[in-house]
């Protein structure tokens, strides 16, 4: 074993002197061959992944050994992936999904040693690129911190956590104890992971539990779906609803199956089937329809307000933005992803890619912010006609907040993600959780649950129709009134002289029934059974007995109490 060891680096060597090979490939213990590197990159694969499977990778050769229980070698074995013999030395030490692990890392290391290799010859003006032993960096500027995703291979770690590395003032890497440095502890730190996945997965479940109702009322009353607004309130809180749906199906079925086992091969991540690919575009097309209706909600509150006299009319046009533009965004995006980086559910970034769907997005919450700034100034404006009423701040104020979660403008808060390994990173992950995944449990209850009007249709259905009713009578009535208004002159003359002859018919027979009550009232004040009347003579008043007999006053008391409608 130690010969043909010996005697393959020594062809290796040779075969590169022959050929006039001089580029190498930088690891963190130093720069090699292509060829040597590959198995010094495996070896220490091997080491890092399983520190206690028994073979240790040597410090000063290519090469894995096996100590016995006093220290001494008792085996070498060949690093080499490639060859199948020497790979399944190696792999009869670990358990099928262990070696599966292994041949990536071997591999990632080979691709980032190809990709040195494509580069300019390193210089002195920034960090050169190289192998760490779990991943690849690029070169880098000095005085910068540098990430990358956490690489699959290793033990409970999803790609969405990232690993990293410092480039010093002097363009070398950060250096501890004599090697080079790259923080990979929010890798395996797959306990902070789950309780963030639980906080997660727990807001979500809340927003869920009052969209539903909330959809269900909106719908069940036609009162209250025959308004636009409440139309666009529907549509928001269901793009809301299905992505929090999603969101808590990706959760369950790939994030936390992957932190739940070791073996990374065997997860649904990894794996990379199309229900998981699916799963993920209808997660990002989800979440891009939040944004575009929180736009469209923005968009015709802010019509309205500005010009309340000609508000939109169809609600199509918003009806295609909410729905159509995030579809074009998520399908150009997938169709990128099939094609060139079709790995890992799509859950990793590619390129800076993922700005085909982050640029609209961000562009709906800028212009939501613009519409809030001016709705303010409009309802300040309007609040100073009335400086001295004590309730124009607070109302201001309750403006602000209530249209803040319709708005997103929460969202511009958790736009830049803070690195969890830096300080108060993890704190900032779970507070962005807090504000994302509960976003539809506050519009709910601002917007249908706490509404007088939803309030007052859903516990008192009967008054609000009652109230309906009479609304649309005064319409009517004023609308009857205003078209017989834009009759011709004949008919308004007409009217008028009917209107002339019945007031005067009127008046005169008022006079006759006047002179005939007074007849009447004018009585002698001894007569039984007398009531008083009251009777007006120039700026004296009487009161004059009127006689009424037995029969009358009894039916006067059996009338009393009735009513009357006309």
């Known amino acids: 074993?130690?010969?043909?060891?010996?005697?393959?680096?020594?062809?290796?060597?040779?075969?590169?002197?022959?050929?006039?090979?001089?580029?190498?490939?930088?690891?963190?213990?130093?720069?090699?061959?292509?060829?040597?590197?590959?198995?010094?990159?495996?070896?220490?694969?091997?080491?890092?992944?399983?520190?206690?499977?028994?073979?240790?990778?040597?410090?000063?050769?290519?090469?894995?050994?096996?100590?016995?229980?006093?220290?001494?070698?008792?085996?070498?074995?060949?690093?080499?992936?490639?060859?199948?013999?020497?790979?399944?030395?190696?792999?009869?030490?670990?358990?099928?999904?262990?070696?599966?692990?292994?041949?990536?890392?071997?591999?990632?290391?080979?691709?980032?040693?190809?990709?040195?290799?494509?580069?300019?010859?390193?210089?002195?003006?920034?960090?050169?690129?190289?192998?760490?032993?779990?991943?690849?960096w690029d070169k880098k500027a000095p005085s910068t911190v540098n990430y990358i995703n956490c690489p699959l291979y290793m033990s409970y770690s999803i790609p969405t956590r990232q690993a990293e590395k410092v480039c010093l003032p002097n363009t070398t890497w950060l250096m501890k104890k004599g090697m080079y440095w790259t923080d990979y502890t929010q890798c395996s730190n797959y306990k902070d992971l789950k309780t963030s996945l639980y906080l997660g997965m727990g807001c979500s479940i809340f927003s869920v539990i009052v969209l539903v109702p909330a959809i269900y009322i909106f719908l069940r009353y036609k009162a209250l779906r025959k308004q636009h607004r409440i139309r666009l309130h529907i549509n928001f809180f269901l793009a809301l609803l299905l992505k929090e749906v999603m969101t808590i199906l990706w959760d369950m079925l790939v994030t936390y199956d992957r932190v739940s086992h070791e073996d990374a091969f065997n997860t649904i991540l990894v794996q990379n089937g199309v229900g998981c690919k699916l799963l993920s575009f209808f997660m990002i097309y989800f979440k891009c329809t939040s944004f575009t209706w929180m736009f469209c909600e923005g968009f015709y509150l802010h019509r309205l307000m500005s010009d309340a006299f000609s508000p939109p009319r169809s609600l199509v046009t918003l009806y295609l933005t909410g729905w159509g533009i995030p579809l074009l965004s998520s399908t150009i995006y997938a169709i990128i992803r099939g094609i060139y980086a079709n790995e890992s559910c799509w859950s990793t970034s590619y390129e800076d890619k993922e700005w085909i769907f982050y640029a609209p997005n961000l562009a709906c919450l800028i212009v939501n912010f613009i519409f809030l700034c001016n709705i303010l100034r409009i309802l300040l404006t309007q609040l100073q006609s009335h400086p001295n009423e004590p309730s124009n701040f607070r109302k201001a104020v309750k403006a602000t907040f209530v249209l803040i979660p319709l708005f997103g403008v929460q969202l511009f808060v958790t736009i830049y993600r803070i690195p969890v390994n830096k300080q108060a990173g993890l704190e900032y992950e779970r507070f962005s959780l807090f504000c994302n995944n509960l976003q539809g449990f506050f519009v709910a209850l601002i917007f249908c649950f706490l509404n007088s009007e939803v309030s007052e249709i859903v516990l008192f259905p009967c008054s609000y129709k009652q109230t309906e009713v009479i609304t649309h009578l005064r319409k009517t009535w004023r609308r009857r009134i205003r078209d017989r208004s834009l009759g011709g002159s004949k008919r308004l003359n007409t009217t008028l002289n009917q209107t002339l002859s019945f007031n005067s018919d009127t008046l005169d027979r008022k006079t006759s029934d006047k002179r005939n009550r007074k007849e009447t009232y004018q009585m002698d004040d001894n007569v039984n059974g007398e009531v008083t009347s009251k009777e007006t003579r120039g700026n004296d008043i009487r009161y004059n007995a009127v006689p009424v007999s037995e029969e009358q006053y009894s039916m006067s008391d059996t009338n009393q109490g009735k009513c009357m409608l006309h």
């Not at 490939?25 to 720069?31: L, N, Q, R, V």
């Not at 790979?87 to 670990?94: F, K, N, S, V």
């Not at 960090?127 to 032993?133: A, E, I, L, R, V």
Request: hydrophobic share 30%.
């Open 1 to 136: 074993m130690d010969y043909r060891i010996t005697y393959v680096v020594f062809i290796q060597m040779l075969t590169a002197a022959v050929t006039g090979e001089e580029r190498t490939c930088h690891y963190k213990f130093g720069a090699y061959h292509p060829q040597i590197y590959d198995m010094f990159t495996c070896a220490w694969c091997y080491t890092f992944l399983f520190p206690k499977r028994g073979l240790t990778a040597h410090p000063g050769h290519p090469f894995l050994f096996l100590t016995s229980e006093t220290g001494r070698i008792q085996a070498r074995f060949n690093p080499d992936a490639k060859n199948e013999t020497a790979r399944a030395d190696i792999c009869r030490t670990l358990t099928d999904e262990q070696c599966q692990r292994w041949q990536s890392c071997c591999n990632a290391a080979h691709e980032c040693c190809e990709k040195q290799l494509s580069l300019p010859p390193p210089d002195n003006s920034t960090c050169q690129s190289t192998w760490d032993g779990y991943g690849c």
